[in-house]
């Protein structure tokens, strides 16, 4: 069996996943470009509140405010 190969998340690059110390990225260069993105919310996961569009949902929630 084969060395698992994937594809770096920024450059999209084939690695191998056990030698690849940066996993799952190819890079440090490329592991803080993704970094970078989620530190200027380029990257963000959804909430239920901003997902529905409920504004009392979002009103009762006090991170949003």
Request: proline share 6%; with cysteine.
């Amino acid at each position: 069996m084969g060395a698992t190969r994937v594809k770096c998340p920024t450059c999209r690059r084939e690695v191998d996943w056990s030698t690849c110390e940066f996993r799952p990225f190819c890079s440090d260069r490329c592991r803080l470009i993704d970094l970078g993105a989620w530190l200027t919310e380029k990257h963000a996961i959804a909430d239920d509140a901003s997902a529905t569009g409920d504004p009392a949902a979002e009103e009762s929630d006090p991170l949003l405010r």
